[in-house]
C-alpha cells in the first residue's frame, strides 16, 4: 500500500435515514441528484454511493426509481455509479437483490448483521452469498462495507468459498462511528486494516463527529475517502452541511495536502476493475 500516489473520493450523498423535511438539502428528487452528482465530480468525486428516494422522497428500492437514477447520473456524468444493495433497515431481501437489475458499474455489499443505532441492519451469510453471486454473475464491482472487525472475517471467508470479485479486485470500505459498530478511532482502523487481504484496497467512512479524525486517519494509512451527507449532516460544531459538493471539496483539500490529489473516475475504474458501460447506455459528461 506504500505506493498509493492517488485519493479515491466517493460520495454518499443521501442515505436512508435523514427525512427531507428534518435536511432540506439532502438531494431526493431526480433532478436533485443529478445536480449533486454533477457538482461532487466537478469538486473532485470519481464515485457516486447511491441511494434512491421516491416521489414523495421516502427511501425506495424500486426498480424503475433505481434505473433511472442510474441512468440519469451516468448520463450527465463521467462518475462510477454505485448503488446500494443495502437499502434502508426495513427493506427485503429480495427486493436488495433485485437493484442489481438496474445496470449499476458497482454495488455495496455489506458482510454482516450490525446493530444500527435502535435498529437492526440484517445480513446473514445466505444473503451475503446471493448478494456477491448475483453481483459477479451481473459483471457488478462489489465494495465490501464493514461495519465491524468481524465483517472483514466475513468477507475474507466470502473470497475463500468464492473467489474473486468481477474485475478482479478488492475494494472495502471501513464504515466506523456508527452506533453498534466499530468507533471513529485510529486504533479501531488500524486493526481493521490490518486484517484486510494484502492487495485490498480500502475506503473509510466516518459517521458523524467522526468524520473529519477519519479522514485525517485513513490518508495517513494510505486509504481512501468516502464523505457525503449520508453519512454526516453537520460540516461543523453548530454549523450544518451547505451540500455534498462542500464534504467532496473539503476531502479533496485534505488528499491535495497529504500529496496525494484526487482520482479521475476513469482511474477509479482502472484501480477498482470496473467494466465502463459508458459507451453501451451513455456518453458521460466532463
Known amino acids: 500500500m506504500s505506493g ?5 473520493i466517493t460520495v454518499a ?6 427525512a427531507k423535511a428534518d435536511v432540506p438539502a439532502l438531494p431526493c428528487s431526480l433532478d436533485e441528484l443529478v445536480s449533486t452528482a454533477k457538482a461532487c465530480q466537478a469538486a473532485g468525486a470519481a464515485l457516486i454511493h447511491v441511494h434512491v428516494r421516491d416521489d414523495d422522497a421516502r427511501p425506495t428500492l424500486d426498480l424503475g426509481y433505481v434505473r433511472a437514477a442510474v441512468a440519469a447520473v451516468r448520463e450527465a456524468t463521467d462518475l462510477v455509479v454505485q448503488v446500494s444493495s443495502g437499502g434502508a433497515v426495513t427493506d427485503s431481501y429480495d427486493a436488495r437483490l433485485g437493484v442489481l437489475d438496474s445496470d449499476p458499474d458497482g454495488a455495496s455489499l455489506t458482510c454482516g448483521t450490525v446493530n444500527f443505532g435502535q435498529d437492526v441492519f440484517m445480513n446473514p451469510w445466505e444473503l451475503i452469498e446471493r448478494l456477491y453471486l448475483a453481483m459477479r454473475e451481473r459483471e457488478i464491482v462489489p465494495e465490501f462495507e464493514l461495519f465491524d472487525l468481524g465483517h472483514v472475517t466475513t468477507m475474507r471467508r466470502l473470497l475463500d468459498k468464492h473467489g474473486a470479485p468481477d474485475g478482479g ?3 472495502a470500505d471501513l464504515v466506523m462511528g456508527v452506533p453498534g459498530g466499530m468507533p471513529g478511532t485510529v486504533q479501531a482502523l488500524t486493526a481493521a486494516v490490518q486484517a484486510l487481504p494484502p492487495e485490498a484496497t ?3 467512512t466516518g459517521v458523524g463527529r467522526t468524520t473529519v479524525p477519519v479522514m485525517f486517519a485513513a490518508l495517513a494509512a494510505q ?3 468516502r ?3 449520508e453519512d454526516t ?3 461543523a460544531p453548530g454549523r450544518p452541511v451547505r451540500d455534498n459538493a462542500e464534504l467532496v471539496e473539503r476531502a479533496a483539500t485534505l488528499a491535495h495536502l497529504a500529496q496525494r490529489p484526487p482520482m479521475t473516475p476513469d482511474e477509479a475504474r482502472g484501480m477498482l476493475g470496473i467494466k465502463d ?3 453501451t447506455t451513455g456518453t458521460g459528461a466532463s
Do not use: D, K
Open 4 to 8: 498509493v500516489s492517488q485519493t479515491l
Open 13 to 18: 450523498p443521501t442515505g436512508a435515514e435523514s
Open 169 to 171: 479486485h478488492v475494494h
Open 202 to 204: 480500502w475506503s473509510a
Open 223 to 225: 486509504g481512501h475517502l
Open 227 to 229: 464523505v457525503g451527507m
Open 233 to 235: 449532516l453537520t460540516f
Open 277 to 279: 458501460r459508458r459507451r
